[in-house]
């Protein structure tokens, strides 16, 4: 089982910058997959940011050239800078991990309690 624990959240004005953490903890083989998605009321979830277990990056396009996702595979943390925030980027942002509990486990997909985060003046 993988527990996601997510910090950085927070108000900050429009132009300002935010990092948030996510780190994963438990028992598991591997997580191949690590990423951010946000939610505002309403509306659906949605991909911010994800990083493979080798580096490779996605991006949402309203996040392109401002977000930038990083992760420490030794700590099994991810990470995703903010800059250039805009009010529109203000929802809860949720940690995702799609891992393996055990060499023989199917993949799962596991979720962090979410981080608020307000680009308000």
């Known amino acids: 089982q993988v527990q996601l624990v997510e910090s950085g959240g927070g108000l900050v004005q429009p132009g300002g910058s935010l990092r948030l953490s996510c780190a994963a903890s438990?028992?598991?083989?591997?997580?191949?997959?690590m990423g951010w998605y946000r939610q505002t009321p309403g509306k659906e979830r949605e991909l911010v940011a994800t990083?493979?277990?080798?580096?490779?990056?996605k991006y949402a396009d309203s996040v392109k050239g401002r977000f930038i996702i990083s992760r420490d595979n030794p700590k099994n943390t991810v990470y995703l800078q903010m800059n250039s925030l805009e009010p529109e980027d203000t929802a809860v942002y949720y940690c995702?991990?799609?891992?393996?509990?055990?060499?023989?486990?199917?993949?799962?997909?596991?979720w962090g309690q979410g981080t608020q985060v307000t680009v308000s003046s």
């Open positions: 995702n991990a799609f891992g393996f509990a055990s060499i023989f486990a199917k993949g799962s997909d596991y």
């Open positions: 438990g028992r598991f083989y591997s997580i191949n997959v």
């Open positions: 990083i493979t277990i080798g580096g490779s990056t």
